[in-house]
Each structure stands twice: as structure tokens, then as C-alpha cells.
């Protein structure tokens, strides 16, 4: 039921980000056709597209941790044994919540500096800048709390302990070759 719950948060969240490209794209191109056709612009067009810009950014990372879609490493993790697997991926999940800690205390400690500060253009307060590192902050911190869970109490699978997967593109080219062994087929965990 909480994974269902999550997944649609993660739907929704692509919706937002969808929506947010589609705005930030009409206001970049309205603003060069009005610039170069009519000598004139949208004087929020740069400022609200940065913004969107870097919540699209954290919005997709939120999304990239649930999907386990960020840059990893199996080199040692692989080669270890079903314990060994666990322990390592239940401390790098510990990691992972401390550079979130980190994160969170930074941008609030930020959005509270600038809580009274005004944006050039919009007038808008550039705490909601900040508060996308917030938003980030929280949302990963417990989907990695939930799954150092899973780890810890034994509901992950070992099959799910080397949680890194070939990229699709790699597979293709490696499947291509004519002297190379079959790629193995990549699966998103």
C-alpha cells in the first residue's frame, strides 16, 4: 500500500515536471521570438525559467531515488558475499542520508536567510528558490529511510542488494559486436 501511495507521488511528480518543462520551453522561445521579431520580451522569462530549471532538476532526483536511477558503482559490492552485499549497501544508504541531512540544513538554513529577500524581477521571495533543495531533501530522505529499512529488517531480497543495472545503450552497442558475448538484458530494479 505504501509503495502504491509512493508511485503515485512519483506520477505526479513527473506530471509536475512535464508541466514545468512545457512553461519553461514557451516562455525561453516566446521570449526569443519577441526579442528578435519585435525588439521587446517577457521580463520573467529568465528568472521564473532558472527557477524551473532547478526544480525540475530536484523534482527529478526525488524521482531518480525512487527508481534507483542514480550513477552507482558495483566493482567490490558485486563480488562480496549475500552479508557482506547488505552491509556495505546498508552503510552507503546511511551515507546517502547524511549528505541528505546535509542538504536539508543547508537549503533551510538558506530559504530562512532569504525568506525577506525579493527576486529582481518577479518580487517573488527567493526562499521558494531554496526550498526546492528542501522539498529534494525530505522527500529522498525517506525513500532512502525506507529502504535502509528493507536492507536492516531483512525484506530486501538479496537479489535486489546489487541495485546497479546496465544501461539499455550499452547493451545495444555490446550486443552489436561480433566477437562480444551476449549482453546481459537490463532490467531497472
Known amino acids: 500500500m505504501l509503495n502504491a ?4 507521488c512519483c506520477r505526479w511528480i513527473n506530471l509536475l515536471i ?4 512545457a512553461v519553461m520551453v514557451a516562455m525561453v522561445f516566446g521570449n526569443v521570438v519577441l526579442r528578435y521579431a519585435f525588439n521587446s520580451g ?7 525559467s532558472r527557477w524551473l530549471f532547478v526544480w525540475i532538476t530536484f523534482l527529478g ?3 531518480a531515488v525512487r527508481e534507483r536511477g542514480h550513477l552507482g558503482t558495483d566493482f567490490l559490492l558485486a563480488r562480496l558475499p549475500p552479508l557482506g552485499q547488505r ?14 541531512w546535509l542538504l536539508f540544513s543547508g537549503a533551510l538554513a538558506q530559504a530562512r536567510i532569504n525568506w525577506d529577500v525579493d527576486a529582481p524581477v518577479t518580487g517573488a521571495s527567493m526562499a521558494i528558490f531554496y526550498a526546492s533543495g ?3 531533501a525530505v522527500a529522498a530522505g525517506l ?14 531480497p538479496d537479489s535486489e542488494l546489487v541495485q546497479i ?16 558475448a551476449p549482453a546481459p538484458t537490463a532490467s531497472r530494479q
Open 165 to 180: 543495472s546496465e544501461s539499455e545503450e550499452l547493451a545495444a552497442v555490446g550486443s552489436q559486436l561480433p566477437h562480444a
Open 143 to 156: 525513500l532512502l529511510a525506507l529502504d535502509l529499512w528493507r536492507i536492516v529488517s531483512g525484506q530486501m
Open 42 to 48: 517577457i521580463a520573467i522569462s529568465e528568472e521564473v
Open 18 to 21: 512535464a508541466l514545468a518543462l
Open 134 to 136: 528542501l522539498v529534494f
Open 87 to 100: 552491509i556495505c549497501l546498508a552503510l552507503s544508504y546511511a551515507l546517502m542520508i547524511w549528505c541528505t
Open 61 to 63: 532526483a526525488i524521482v
Open 5 to 8: 501511495f509512493i508511485d503515485r
